[in-house]
């Protein structure tokens, strides 16, 4: 292989790059500022929930091709190419991105650059800032211009993040210089055949954000479709099945349900108005403010429709809720559609029992003012309502006859629109969905 390289941060894009990197047969030194969790990582142990990445983890540190570190010196003598995979979470109270850690990086990093080596930005980032962190780089690098930056987005899915990496749909590179795109094409040759654009900084930085607005916006307007069926008595999931068979449109993010959550779109769609803003083209994003009301408006939607269904007050009630993950086969809860109606009901007096596969552990430490149980059987026992908030294919494939044995009453909330119907109904269950009559 020739080049090593290195990965700075080992969240979920950071650790996922490194891992599949290394499978690749390239050396990789990962970073991370967080000792505890490069301890875990040299274990073998993963800090997320990912299918099938633990394997590779664990593969390429027995080959001894990946390994970990705390050490920015390290990581600059070690790598020719330094991949930079830091978050850039939601300002507190704002809409726009904060891009501090990126700065951070850059920061501790450069000052150990002594040689010839390209830093490849990776993080989901405010357009503007590659150009910012480039000159930064060159500044503050004792290389100064051997050193050079590069912008390479990344699209990845949590739960199918090693597949998506491995096999991604095309690869973005965004360059200043024919060297830069040399090597990054030279890092991505051994996985085979996938489109490559080349393109400048601003673009590149915004097929990211473009991307991410695109799909919020198909499921939100599926879900405002939803609301629409709602008040005419139609059903979206007829409705979204019909408009999937254009080709045009297409059946993927058209299903309608609790709507998108999690540490990117959420986050993403705002920092992108909030960008546009700034650079005076607000207007032509004023859309995306609408298809984040939408998005919110299903959660309260969705409390509403269990307040419904149990005669109209939650005090006392007992509220059985499936999923607590923002998406079924990950454990992540930030921005979770589940965890915020769960949170919504215990706060108007329901007696809410949570059950997720994954996630458990994390919801329980972020709201230990709610019930917890370890299977979906005991969280319905004795409920007065069942919600399904998160489509595992655990609760997707439960007998309505074994849970209809333990609950008080055989009512269920379907907020994926991910039940069989006409199962559920002929085993006498109270079924109601979003969106549907
Ligand atoms: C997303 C993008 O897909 C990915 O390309 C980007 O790099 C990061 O953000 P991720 O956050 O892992 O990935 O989740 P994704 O699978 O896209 O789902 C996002 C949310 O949309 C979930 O809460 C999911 O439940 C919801 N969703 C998805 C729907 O409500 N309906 C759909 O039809 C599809």
Same mark, same amino acid.
């Given at each position: ?7 700075? #941060?080992?969240? +979920? ?16 030194? %990962?970073?991370? @500022?967080?000792?505890?969790?490069? /301890? ?10 990912? !299918?099938?990445? /633990? ?25 020719? @190419? ?14 726009? %991105? ?32 590659? /150009? ?29 993040? @090693?597949?998506? $990496?491995? &096999? !991604? ?18 890092? +991505? ?20 954000? *473009? ?30 099945? %019909? ?40 207007? *032509?994003?004023?859309?995306?403010? /609408? ?26 009630? &007992? ?21 915020? @109606? ?10 809410? $029992?949570?059950?997720? !596969? ?14 917890? *149980? ?8 004795? %409920? ?15 007998? !309505?006859?074994?849970? #209809? ?12 629109? *991910? ?6 109904? =002929? ?7 979003? =969106?549907?009559?």
């Amino acid at each position: 292989m020739p080049y090593r390289l290195t990965v700075l #941060g080992t969240g +979920y894009l950071g650790a996922t790059h490194a891992a599949c990197m290394a499978e690749l047969g390239f050396e990789v030194l %990962a970073l991370d @500022v967080d000792q505890s969790k490069i /301890e875990r990582l040299r274990r073998g142990e993963l800090p997320i929930h990912e !299918p099938g990445l /633990e394997e590779v983890l664990r593969r390429n540190l027995d080959s001894g091709r990946l390994r970990f570190t705390t050490s920015y010196e390290e990581v600059a003598k070690f790598g020719d @190419v330094h991949f930079v995979c830091v978050g850039t979470p939601q300002k507190k109270g704002e809409r726009a %991105a904060d891009v501090s850690y990126l700065d951070a990086v850059v920061e501790s990093l450069a000052p150990h650059l002594d040689r010839e080596c390209l830093v490849v930005g990776k993080s989901t980032v405010p357009v503007g800032t590659a /150009e910012r962190l480039a000159e930064k780089l060159v500044r503050l690098a004792p290389a100064g211009t051997q050193t050079e930056l590069a912008w390479n987005p990344e699209f990845l899915r949590e739960g199918f993040a @090693v597949r998506d $990496t491995l &096999r !991604p749909d095309r690869i973005v590179i965004g360059v200043t210089s024919e060297r830069a795109e040399k090597i990054l094409r030279d890092v +991505y040759a051994p996985l085979g055949e996938v489109p490559i654009v080349v393109t400048d900084f601003p673009t590149a930085e915004l097929v990211k954000s *473009a991307a991410n607005a695109f799909l919020a916006t198909k499921i939100s307007f599926i879900n405002a479709m939803a609301e629409v069926c709602e008040a005419a008595g139609g059903d979206v999931t007829q409705l979204s099945a %019909a408009l999937a068979y254009d080709e045009r449109i297409g059946g993927r993010y058209l299903n309608a349900g609790l709507g998108f959550g999690g540490g990117c779109l959420p986050k993403d769609i705002r920092a992108f108005t909030a960008r546009a803003d700034e650079l005076g083209a607000g207007h *032509a994003l004023a859309f995306l403010r /609408e298809v984040d009301e939408i998005n919110l408006r299903r959660r309260a939607r969705m409390v509403g429709l269990a307040g419904e269904v149990l005669g109209g007050s939650f005090g006392g009630r &007992r509220v059985a809720v499936l999923g607590a993950a923002f998406k079924p086969n990950s454990d992540d809860i930030r921005d979770s559609p589940a965890l915020d @109606v769960a949170v919504k009901i215990a706060e108007l007096g329901g007696l809410v $029992t949570l059950y997720d !596969p994954a996630a458990l552990a994390n919801a329980r430490a972020a709201h230990p003012q709610l019930g917890y *149980a370890e299977s979906a059987l005991e969280a319905a026992s004795g %409920a007065e309502v069942v919600l399904l908030l998160t489509e595992w294919q655990e609760f997707v494939s439960l007998d !309505p006859e074994d849970l #209809g044995a333990v609950v008080a009453a055989r009512v269920i909330v379907d907020g994926r629109n *991910a039940l069989d119907v006409e199962l559920w109904r =002929g085993a006498g269950w109270h079924y109601r969905a979003l =969106g549907r009559p």
